[in-house]
């Protein structure tokens, strides 16, 4: 199989490259920078999601389409980047392969459709209502629209995958990782909500900085840890493949993420037990951060298996630790 993989130097992308080159598929990148991949199995296109010409460059022979590639950001600055990455670029990457007869496209949404972060029933399940509030909340909606239109419309299966929080276990305990740097760390999440224009939670943390680099569990106003899902990359990437091979995927439409969510008052007193770092508790204001999203449809479906719990995350992400400490 010949399958464009978007968003190829990424986070999942890259690995998902890797994970088709070895199982002997052809592979083509498609994406703004270069995925670095020498292999006689593997060819890419450098661009722009909304660049028509790139686009039908990069679908052209395929017979599966990963769209993986996005970009993610919430400052309001970002928006215009936003929209025109993550919808007119979806719409053009769909628009090519179907023009191109791809056979399958598979498209990362995320669960920021429902939004996770504030649900009207848990676990959350595909069938929960969306209604986005972040505007990347509602690129990912509204690339799901133009996937379910493309469906309807051509010969192309369409799948949707509603991604969990997804990491490299080595990025858990690395400060100057773009989502686990603020999670976890106490200086980088003073800087991320500075950046938020979040004043009050930022006076709140700055308050508690004992001088050094240390460790931060956050919790609501009312003193309640933070829950969500982190799932490592190489569970992701199973997900996907799923979707690109699985006879049942076609038209639908998961959850996919680790089964269990990770309570932040179980792994931050590892985390600091581990580091040495000290671990400060402060409480934000507002309901925070508190969910569990099901995926019982893709492990019952396409017989997805998560591998890597949070636990088997953070043995690794201490082994980085150690080295870069030493
Ligand atoms: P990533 O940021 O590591 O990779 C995305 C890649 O897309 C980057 O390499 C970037 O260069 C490329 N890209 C961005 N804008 C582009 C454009 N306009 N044209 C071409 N390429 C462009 O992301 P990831 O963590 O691997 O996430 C993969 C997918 O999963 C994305 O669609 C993301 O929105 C979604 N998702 C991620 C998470 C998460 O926590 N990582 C959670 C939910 C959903």
Redesign the pocket.
Known sequence: MKVLV??S?????AFVVRRLIAGGHQVRG????SAGIEDGGFDEVI????DREAAIRACEGTDAVLH?????SWLASDRDKLF???VE?TRIVLEAAAAAKVGRFVF?????VYPENKPEFQPITEDHPKKPLSPYGLT?LLGEELVTFQGRVSSMETVILR?????NASELLDPESF?SGPRFFLRPKIEQQENFGNKAAADLLRAADPGRPALVLTRNEEGRPFRMHITDTRDMAQGVLLALTHQMAAGGIFNLGATEPVDFAQILPVMAQKTGLPLLTVDLPGAGVWYHTSNQRIRETLGFEPDWPIMRMLDEAVAEWTTRQA
């Open positions: 978007t968003g130097a990424g986070r999942v992308g498609f994406e703004l920078r661009g722009a999601f909304d993986l590639g996005a970009f993610m025109r990455a993550n670029g990362a949404s995320s669960g920021e990912k991604f969990s929080h997804t990491q989502f």
